[in-house]
């Protein structure tokens, strides 16, 4: 383990770009990312029928040049609030694997609505097959 002398932690390597670098395989129970909206200048958003956006983002602070995808902690709190955690500076942060099987569990309800919905026409197309002939 490596403690630089600005306080990055690099373990299982001697050289960090980043507060913690883990080289191999790290396990937790829960990972938050920073989220607040306030930290973010967001390019666009896309709507969801969840009501938790996806943006596309860069970070204010300038912390890389990159464009990133995710969602903003305000947004998640309105939905699923016990998603969102806010430190004691009052930024918040959130748990990517609880938003994430969330969409997931919105998605199969979507399909099984589409499913529904096409057993149904099928239904009405087999009748007006039966009709004409």
């Known amino acids: 383990m490596t403690i630089l002398p600005n306080g ?20 937790g129970t ?18 969801s029928v969840d009501k938790i956006n996806t943006i596309l983002y860069e970070w204010k602070d300038g912390r ?18 016990d998603a969102v955690y806010t430190d004691s500076e009052g930024m918040k942060a959130v748990n990517y694997d609880e938003v994430h099987t969330y969409k997931i569990m919105q998605l199969e ?5 589409l499913q529904r919905q ?4 099928q239904k009405l ?5 039966r009709i004409r002939h």
């Open 125 to 129: 197309i087999s009748r007006k097959r």
């Open 109 to 113: 309800l979507v399909f099984k609505e």
């Open 30 to 47: 829960s990972w938050v990312n920073s989220s607040d909206m306030r930290l973010k200048n967001i390019a666009e958003t896309y709507s």
């Open 118 to 121: 096409n057993e149904e026409l």
């Open 8 to 27: 990055d932690v690099g373990i299982g390597t001697n050289s960090t770009s980043y507060k913690l670098h883990v080289n191999g395989t790290a396990a």
């Open 64 to 81: 890389d040049d990159r464009v990133h995808i995710g969602y903003g902690a305000q947004d998640v709190e309105k939905i699923l609030p």
